[in-house]
């Protein structure tokens, strides 16, 4: 069910002079309706506001002088930012830009509920924080251990049990060097995105990066101290906070030939710095530099093409296509050839792809329940592939789908796309990717 918003008397317009969503790009929407059925919060709801055309019509409203009431913030916070109506439009609108620009206007002139202010406060104390997240894993780990996670869960309140259902059975963390040297002839100098989530609960991940891309002739780089990317923030309108993680990250990766990023939202916006930091003379240069030298893995390793041996790899894959990396940066056919290059490996299409899996960064714990009916839909199309192994480009996919297939009672086995060639190229056996019976 929508949630009931009331109206507050506002005179004051919704969008003041700081980047407010562009006219001319309001106006490259024809209002066709071809957004409709690829949008997770129209097929969810079957509501026009909560829709792409429907918010566009919202933000042309707010240019016109509306105000920025409950219910028209309310619209804008459900979107997912999947980007899948950037794909289906035929007009080419540019609604990843509009929502962006809408996003840091709610985030400073609107006023939540204490409630909502609280989470939100708690959510962005602690998930842009590597070091805080790492601290979380002795405590996680015990938690886990102690089998109460489902007492524990039907105890809290429901924003709070679905991030703890979301929690992956951690693995050990063994810290990775600051440069891992190629393997033979050094084709390139590759700076390595380590994460935040996934440095913290996907460790594993980020050492199946670095070994691939060393295997594939790359020395890799990667700093200390990196921090986060800011596309949590920057996806939440939280405009000031994802610009100081930004110009962190620009300065942590000076001097290299390509900076490689294995999870989809943090590759989408840091694609983007130039656009954030348009207005610092000190970094925007140097802000674009840097997103011009990003490359998902996928997008790297295919670029470079293949040098290091693929061992058989006899196992049974289904591919989902992280929203940032399909819609948001474009890239869809890449990783579909790194894994069919795998010999043995065969591939399998999940129904539709384009609709998102409603992990969404941490829209699944601002929004639960209706999180968990998209995460329940993907995970069924997921275990009707039959495959023994879902694979996709990021962490908070994996998590989201891992739980909601857990929810199914379904048994599937879950890798990022560099474990999966990880594990061929080092001539492992696929049981090292499959779930433990």
């Avoid at 129209?42 to 026009?48: P, R």
């Avoid at 070091?131 to 251990?145: C, E, F, I, N, T």
């Avoid at 999870?263 to 954030?276: F, N, P, T, V, W």
């Avoid at 894994?339 to 999940?350: A, F, W």
Wanted: glycine share 8%.
């Amino acid at each position: 069910m929508e949630p009931t918003v009331t109206e507050p008397t506002l005179t004051e317009p919704a969008f003041d002079a700081h980047h407010p969503p562009r006219l001319d790009l309001i106006a490259d929407c024809v209002h066709c309706g071809f957004c409709l059925p690829t949008c997770p919060t129209y097929v969810l709801w079957g509501e026009e506001m909560d829709s792409p055309r429907g918010r566009i019509h919202l933000m042309d409203q707010g240019l016109s002088g509306e105000p920025l009431s409950d219910a028209m913030a309310t619209h804008f916070d459900r979107c997912l930012g999947c980007m899948a109506c950037v794909t289906a439009c035929p007009s080419g609108v540019r609604y990843d830009r509009l929502i962006e620009d809408t996003r840091q206007q709610v985030e400073r002139r609107h006023e939540r509920p204490a409630r909502d202010r609280a989470l939100r406060a708690a959510v962005f104390a602690l998930f842009p924080y590597p070091r805080r997240l790492r601290a979380l894993r002795g405590p996680l780990r015990a938690y886990q251990a102690s089998h109460l996670a489902g007492l524990v869960e039907r105890l809290l309140p429901d924003n709070l049990a679905t991030a703890q259902a979301l929690a992956p059975r951690l693995r050990r963390r063994v810290p990775l060097p600051r440069r891992v040297a190629a393997r033979g002839t050094r084709r390139a100098v590759v700076g390595m995105l380590t994460g935040c989530v996934q440095d913290a609960f996907f460790p594993q991940v980020n050492a199946a990066t670095a070994r691939v891309l060393a295997l594939e002739g790359c020395d890799v780089v990667i700093p200390r101290g990196q921090g986060c990317c800011g596309a949590l923030s920057v996806h939440n309108g939280r405009e000031a906070q994802a610009q100081r993680f930004a110009r962190r990250i620009v300065d942590a990766f000076d001097g290299v030939d390509y900076v490689a990023v294995n999870a989809a939202g943090c590759g989408s916006s840091m694609k983007e710095y130039g656009i954030l930091l348009r207005d610092d003379p000190a970094y925007a240069a140097k802000a674009d530099a840097c997103a011009a030298k990003v490359r998902d893995l996928s997008e790297l390793l295919d670029e470079l093409g293949p040098v290091a041996t693929r061992h058989p790899l006899p196992v049974t894959v289904a591919y989902h296509d992280a929203c940032h990396l399909a819609h948001a940066q474009g890239i869809r056919v890449p990783p579909r050839r790194l894994l069919r290059d795998i010999p043995g490996l065969t591939l399998h299409e999940i129904a539709d792809p384009e609709i998102c899996c409603g992990s969404a960064g941490i829209w699944n714990i601002l929004n639960p329940e209706p999180a968990r009916r998209l995460g329940d839909r993907k995970a069924d199309d997921v275990l009707a592939t039959g495959a023994a192994l879902l694979v996709t480009a990021n962490p908070g996919c994996l998590m989201q789908v891992a739980a909601a297939v857990r929810r199914l009672g379904g048994s599937i086995g879950f890798a990022h796309t560099a474990q999966v060639l990880d594990a061929s190229l080092r001539g492992l056996s696929p049981e090292v990717l499959l779930p433990t019976r």
